[in-house]
């Protein structure tokens, strides 16, 4: 008995230690899991970055671990701006570990933002469209790849196919619970394109369809834009009312309501209701709390307190810098201080110096381009044309790719063009204002109108008359440009002799918008003429 109970101890001392002899040896997925454990916690990015391709090499079967290290190695050259070969890395997570769905949808939005960061939109635009086609599965991501693509549509400027994408969006997923803040995002997004392509009266009315909800950002943003649109249409009664509406059936959301009372300020001053917009100011100041985590906002009140003459604007000055810099928005933070100095103080020589300093410290920040362009203007007002000339091209040519430039770049091409005009090299300057990117109906509306007034500042009316039909015939031309290009070719039929034509232009001004500025500067054009031909009513 003692000897069979002393076989059962060592039988069990032996099958014990035979477990515990395979539980010590781990499979190769569990070894891949550890080293890409210890991958993801180590400091050393070299040394990480070994770890990834090892496990990818070694470990290339057991999908999740192998699939997450491939990742990984994309991230690793999308942070180093290797634009090729993060997407080669993305690429081979997708065509190697299809199973790892997840991943491979990971990969491929990686894969679109890693593009457009680069500025290849196209590529962009193809990666997300793989993700909303190739997984029905996964119809949030899906949505979100088609909300990617319609943000890429609108900052190439192509707004209808922005709001197509939402629209696509909308016809597959309106019903999916899954999806509903996707579909909210794409029925907001349908009125902005809509204004952003200058459609404002289809604009208004979809905003209108946004139901009314205290709880949603959109139905408080819908309001803001209705009054942005009525405040462009110089309807301002109606553009107060709709900003009221927002400040009293949204007071939670404070940000939309600070936007909103600097909006109203506009309207207000348009009016001449000066009381009112001190009031605005007053009440701005008051929100401190929100101030303190959206610093910037002061720069909208120091705008409002200029425009308006109050005497304050210097205290909300000094609040907006040091908010800023308490804030760290980084190279935001050290731009505030050059922003004071240029548009508020009116010390050109210390916002000239801010800028050089701004773009030496910052040569690739995302600001680099505004910093160049401020820094340009402020020469041309020190009277340094042929300065100001060198860092407008400079702009044009270095910061191009910055995906924060192309506005400014435009800017400069228009800036150029005006100092070149001025000296007397009229074909220069044309050829500035042809290479300015315009995708909008306002971009391409103003480009022809510039070119117009080149040609009209030498004299050259019949080219002059050229641009500003051109101007006319864009489509979806916002009204100011529209009258302003069509009082302009008015007068270059008139000096190039064609009377009858001049006239007929002015009174479709006075016919169409007789309650604008240009009805007013038509009805003085047109008394002028009667006054030369002696035909003008005096009285």
Known sequence: MGSCAA???????????????????????????????AANTCADKEKAEQAYRSITAYYSGCHPQAAEAQL????????????????????????????????????????????????????????????????????????????????????????????AECRKLLQRYNTDPLVKTQC???????????????????????????KPDPDDTYAAGALLKRGQILTAQQKHDEAIQEFQSLLDNYPQHKNTCLQARFLMADSLLAKGDMAGVGAIVKDALKEEATLRGYPHMYHDILLVQRR?????????????????????YGGKADFAPLEVAYYFESNIKEATELSAEFLEKYPTHDLAPEAAFIRGCCLVRLGDREGALSVF?????????????????????????????????IEEAIQRVRRVQATTPTEKAS??????????????????????????????????????GLYWLGDCYARLGYTEEGRGCMQKILDQAPDSSWARKARGLLHLWGQLEGTADLE
């Open 7 to 37: 076989l059962a101890i060592v039988a069990l001392i032996l099958a014990s230690s035979t477990i515990s002899l395979f539980a010590a040896e781990p499979t190769p997925c569990e070894k891949a899991q550890a080293e890409l454990t």
């Open 72 to 163: 990984h190695i994309g991230e690793i050259f999308q942070n180093k701006k290797m634009c090729t070969d993060a997407a080669a890395a993305y690429e081979a997570v997708v065509a190697g570990f299809k199973d790892q769905t997840d991943l491979c949808i990971a990969a491929l939005g990686k894969m679109g933002r890693t593009y457009r960061a680069a500025g290849k939109l196209n590529e962009a635009l193809a990666s997300f469209k793989r993700i909303a086609d190739g997984y029905p599965s996964r119809p949030q991501s899906c949505a979100d790849g088609m909300l990617s693509r319609a943000e890429i549509f609108e900052e190439a400027g192509n707004y209808r196919k922005a709001e």
């Open 184 to 210: 909210r995002t794409a029925h907001y997004r349908i009125p902005c394109e809509m204004k952003a392509d200058g459609r404002l009266d289809e604009a208004l009315k979809a905003f209108a369809g946004i």
């Open 308 to 328: 308006s003459g109050d005497a304050g604007w210097r205290e909300t000055a000094k609040k907006y810098v040091e908010g800023m810099k308490k804030a760290g």
């Open 393 to 425: 091209d400079n702009l044009v040519t270095v910061y191009a790719k910055l995906p924060t430039a192309r506005n400014y770049t435009n800017g400069a091409l228009e800036a150029a063009a005006r100092i070149l005009a001025n000296s007397g090299r």
């Open 447 to 484: 480009r022809h109108d510039l070119m117009g007034e080149l040609y009209h500042h030498v004299g050259k009316w019949a080219e002059a008359a050229q641009a500003f039909s051109q101007e006319l015939e864009v489509k979806g031309v916002p009204r100011d440009n529209y009258y302003r």
